[in-house]
């Protein structure tokens, strides 16, 4: 009786563990993700990164910061990832996107360092920024 039950378990045993994804969704608190949706939610403009808007700690950060202050953006708010090891990692959760910087315009995530920049190029962060109120279209700077 106790080999067929211990038989019975081993297929359980034997399951792979369950992916980096669904440990991490367990690691973001209540408090963590209220916080981050206070950020997301309460600033036109939030980018979370790696330092400070008046000095980055990556290059992406920085061209991510530059971008936006080309675009002409006054009001920006960052979030420091690396003062916060539970928003550093809550904040991956939270948009579904695993490195840093991250973007959100009006609550919503626009990108990281690749997607905000080609979105530059193209003259789309600027029509979104426009769109969403954020630059009036006299503000927005000419690109050529």
Same mark, same amino acid.
């Given at each position: 009786m106790f080999r067929n039950a211990l038989s019975a378990l081993r297929p359980t045993l034997a399951r792979p563990a369950a992916p980096w994804s669904a440990l991490q969704r367990r690691l973001l608190s209540d408090e963590t993700k209220n916080r981050i949706e206070q950020a997301v939610k309460n600033n036109d403009v939030c980018l979370f990164m790696k330092g400070t808007q008046q000095q980055p700690m990556? /290059?992406?950060? &920085? =061209?991510? @910061?530059? @971008?936006? +202050?080309?675009? /002409? @953006? +006054?009001?920006l708010h960052t979030v420091n990832v690396l003062e916060d090891n539970e928003i550093r990692e809550g904040a991956k959760e939270y948009s579904d996107w695993p490195t840093f910087p991250q973007l959100y315009v009006k609550g919503q995530f626009v990108g990281g360092a690749? *997607?905000?920049?080609?979105?530059? &190029?193209?003259?789309?962060?600027?029509?979104?920024?426009?769109?969403? /109120? *954020?630059?009036? !279209?006299?503000?927005? !700077? =000419?690109?050529?």
């Open positions: 990556c /290059g992406y950060s &920085r =061209a991510v @910061v530059q @971008v936006l +202050e080309v675009q /002409g @953006v +006054e009001k690749d *997607i905000v920049i080609d979105m530059f &190029r193209n003259k789309e962060l600027e029509d979104l920024l426009v769109k969403e /109120g *954020i630059l009036k !279209p006299e503000e927005a !700077p =000419a690109q050529q």
